[in-house]
C-alpha cells in the first residue's frame, strides 16, 4: 500500500481496475436475476440486485466506521456517514420488517437514529471540521452523485407512465413489470457502488492522511 501511494499513476490505476470488477460483479447480479423467474417474478426484494445493494451499504457503513477509527478525530463525521448507511440498510429492508407488522422498519430507523444520534452528540467535537474537509474533498461528489442517483434519478426513472410508454401497453403485465424493475433496481444498484466508490476514497483518504496507530493494529 504505502509503495502505491509513492506512485500515484500506478495507485489510480489498480483503483480504476478495482472499481471496474466490483462493477462487473454487481452486474453479474442483474444477468443472474434476469434468467432466474423466482415466485414473486424477477427483480424483487428477495432478487440477488437487492441482495447487492444491501450488501453494499452494510461495506460503505463498515468503511465509514473504520475511516472513524483510524483517524479518531473524524470519528463524529464518519459515525453520521456510517448511521446514514445503516439506516438507508434498514430502508432496503423494510419488506423483511413488514413481516413482523406494516411499519416496522420505522421503528427500527427511529432506534438507529437515537443510538447514532448520541454517538454522533459524544463525539459531537470531531463532527464539524472533518465535514468540512469532506466537502472539498472529490468523494463528496461522487457521494453527492450516488445520493442523487438513487434518491431521484432511479425513482423517477422507475415511474410505471415512462415504460407504459416505451413498451406501448396499458398496464405492466408481469414480464412489462419486470422490465420496468430491472432498469429501475439497475440504477439504483449503481447509485449504491457509487457509494461505495465514495466510501473507499475517502478511506484511503484518511488512509493518506495518518498512519493507522500501532495500538489499533494489535487491536483490543
Known sequence: MEKLFKSPILFAFVRVIFYSLFLVLASYMVYLDSMILRETGKFMEDSFTEWTQEIILLLAAVMYFISGRIDRKTTGFTGMMSGMCVIALIREYNNYFHSWF????????????????????????????????FLKHPSFGVNLSAFVTIVVFSRL???????????EVDVLVDQYRWVKNAAEEGTEL???????????????????????????????
Not at 102 to 122: D, E, P
Not at 157 to 167: A, C, Q, S, T, Y
Not at 192 to 220: C, D, G, N, Q, S
Open 102 to 133: 406494516r411499519g416496522a422498519w420505522q421503528m427500527w430507523v427511529i432506534v438507529a437514529l437515537i443510538i447514532f444520534g448520541v454517538y454522533i452528540y459524544k463525539n459531537r467535537k470531531t463532527f464539524t471540521a472533518p465535514f468540512r474537509e
Open 157 to 167: 426513472f422507475g415511474r410505471k407512465v415512462i415504460w407504459e410508454n416505451i413498451l
Open 190 to 220: 449503481m447509485g449504491y457502488a457509487l457509494l461505495f466508490i465514495a466510501a473507499v476514497e475517502y478511506f484511503i483518504y484518511i488512509l493518506a492522511k495518518k498512519k493507522i496507530p500501532e495500538e489499533y493494529m494489535r487491536t483490543e
